[in-house]
């Protein structure tokens, strides 16, 4: 009951409530186990303790560690790995249990070195009395100190552990007589491990990796399998990582024609619409601006042919590809799909819907980047007048509203209105605890400032 108690604290996320449970907990398991002990036994050096005091001993560490003591976590969870010892012996797998809480530990105050001893004694245990190992604790505890060495910048130790968790996977696949060139359990751990990798910025790694993974895949699924088209677009962000641009693009398209294989939009249109769109994502980052619109017109032509013309998700597509061509200053075309985005969702959400007002605010946007002042007041008022009917007065995006009223003020010389539009969005903001470098904050600010200083010293009249 005490040892509950502690745990729905935990679950709570009051830690520091929980650790006198655990610790009272502790001592009544030690005090009932002692019980039944022999003078003899009670003697011995060190004393016997209760298996179960010790998981109490360990979770009380956890707990801990969880309410930031970090060094009376560490000096527990040492506690334990002592206690574990004696009660089951060197090889008992909870032993390497508190070995791996020692060192993530130490990978937590960034003491690498210790963190790879503790893991490193992990896997001594696991590797069991006379070679007798534990296979897939030993693997999963090298794949930890192959992460590790990664933080710690030992990138050739890293290898050597990875590599000897894939050599343990494979004796372990041929031991079970199964195939290992289409082996399922080495193709995960190869994903694991390179998840692994990407992660603890071990880039050049993770797409070696990677690669060995999706020729597997391919052996175990076939060309047209779905898992061989994850394959690739895993493979993709590896590339990616390492700003191999057209390498990672060449990769996601690998993976849309495996789709297309597999059944196509039809069949698979989200799988299909995410490749295009990761492609996108790779056209923006290598400052391609065709690549990326061809990339997000083709997500608009998918949900086009799968859902109709009238769907949400059409329109989403629709205001993407908007977006990225209002930032290309393609602005003709992008009103062009502004509009027909809100002519869509009048139609499926109502006229006075968020979407509506969202879209609106871009349309305004647009107009502004094209100095029509008057055709941006109309956007930004009826995106105020939905957000105030539907926000209410006081909700932020009713605020930016009101700074995008004050911005076509602004454009069409009314500077005093355009700075007191910016004060009451302003005012808003604070109201909801915004800080001063919200993104959002800041450009309503600049806005100020800039209405301020044409107020001051003239600007030419734009209607």
Known sequence: ALYNVGATYMEMGLAADAIPHFLDAEKVYQSAFEADLTEEERAADPPPRSPLAIDCLRT??????????LDEALEIYEESVSMQRNHAGPHHPLLAMSHNNVGA?????????????????SAAVHRGE??????????????????????????????????????IQTLHVQEAGETVDKSTKIA?????????????????????????????????????????????SNLAVAYAANKLWDKAISAYEESIEIIKKAGGAKKHRGLLIDAYRSTANIYVSKLDGPGTIASLRKVLEINKEVLGDEHKDVAVSLVHLADMKSNMKMSEE????????????ERLDGEDSISVADVNIKLGNVYINLSRGWKAMESYQEALSIRKKKLGK??????????GVGLAQAA?????????????????????????????????????????????YGAVLRL
């Open 60 to 69: 009380r560490g956890l707990a801990s560690e969880t309410a930031g003591n």
């Open 105 to 121: 530990l130490h990978v937590r105050r960034k003491n690498f070195k210790k963190a790879r001893e503790e893991f490193g004694k």
């Open 130 to 167: 006379n070679g007798t190992a534990t296979p897939l604790a030993l693997i999963e505890t090298l794949v930890q100190l192959g992460n590790v060495c990664v933080m710690d910048e030992e990138l050739e130790d890293a290898e050597k552990y990875y590599d000897e968790a894939v050599e």
């Open 188 to 232: 995960n751990l190869l994903e694991h491990i390179a998840q692994m990798q990407g992660r603890y910025g071990a880039k050049d790694l993770a797409i070696s990796t990677w690669k060995k993974e999706v020729e597997i895949r391919e052996a175990i699924v076939g060309p047209k399998g779905l898992a061989f088209a994850t394959s690739h």
């Open 334 to 345: 992008a009103l062009v799909d502004y509009e027909h985005a809100i002519e869509m969702y």
């Open 394 to 403: 006081k909700h932020p995006e009713t605020g930016e509203a009101i700074a």
């Open 412 to 456: 069409l010389g009314d500077f005093e209105q355009a700075m007191l539009a910016a004060d009451n969005a302003l005012k808003i903001y604070k109201k909801n605890k915004m800080s001063d470098n919200h993104p959002m904050v800041e450009r309503v600010k600049q806005q100020r400032e800039t209405a301020e200083n044409s107020y001051k």
